[in-house]
């Protein structure tokens, strides 16, 4: 079975600063997904980014990229120039074949004035 | 297009009740999956429906039901409600096929049994 651990249950960090989330993923499949989804104190869940095992390179959208460690199964997203509205929770995902969703526990994301 | 939705927003039931949530997906999308979010336990999966056929299924009592209609369209169903029920029920959907589709998500049901 797939699982899915982020060992941070809260993090903070200073407005116009740079954060990273981390992620950890257990999976004996070669082929899968990797997504990180943001819910902010509205509660609609929304993706930030995602990631194709079979591509080594990072993904990247503006001020949001991964780590991708494969090897290592590690996925960590890291947000640059932080904003207010970047307040919210974070979830990685892990996917095969667009089934089977498993999400981590969440991260609280608090970004300082 | 339209994004998912769910209806309704908020709920209050007392135990012993049974409730019936409901979830359009985006148009085009074949799959839907359920979840419970508790703060304790975090997003647990409930299960997915593709083409009416539930597909997956997660580790929830009996009481927790589900179906899917011919327009994609989703129902959840709990019966004998408990004080532990009360969760925000999100649904999410996919298109379906073997793209590595994100799931998207509707903005929830707010469950509250007292």
């Known amino acids: 079975a797939q699982t899915v651990t982020q060992s941070q249950p809260e993090m903070s960090v200073q407005e116009a600063e740079t954060v990273t989330l981390s992620c950890t993923y257990d999976?004996?499949?070669?082929?899968?997904?990797l997504f990180w989804y943001k819910q902010p104190p509205s509660r609609q869940m929304i993706l930030v980014i995602r990631q194709e095992a079979y591509k080594q390179q990072n993904a990247t959208e503006n001020r949001f990229s991964v780590n991708f460690q494969k090897a290592a199964k590690s996925f960590s997203l890291k947000i640059s120039d932080s904003q207010l509205g970047d307040a919210a929770m974070y979830f990685c995902a892990f996917s095969v074949y667009g089934q089977n969703f498993v999400f981590g526990p969440g991260t609280r994301l608090s970004v300082l004035p | 297009k339209a994004g998912v939705t769910q209806t309704p927003r908020y709920l209050i039931k007392t135990r012993g009740q049974q409730v019936t949530l409901s979830c359009s997906p985006i148009?085009?999308?074949?799959?839907v999956s359920w979840y419970q979010q508790t703060p304790g336990q975090g997003l647990q999966f409930l299960f997915e429906y593709f083409s009416e056929t539930q597909r997956n299924k997660g580790n929830f009592p009996g009481r927790f039901s589900g179906r899917q209609f011919s327009n994609s369209r989703s129902e959840m169903n709990v019966s004998t409600l408990e004080l532990g029920d009360s969760a925000l029920y999100l649904c999410a959907s996919v298109p379906g096929t073997t793209a590595p589709n994100e799931q998207f998500f509707g903005p929830g049901t707010r469950l509250t049994v007292l």
């Open positions: 999976t004996s499949e070669s082929d899968y997904y």
């Open positions: 148009s085009g999308h074949r799959s």
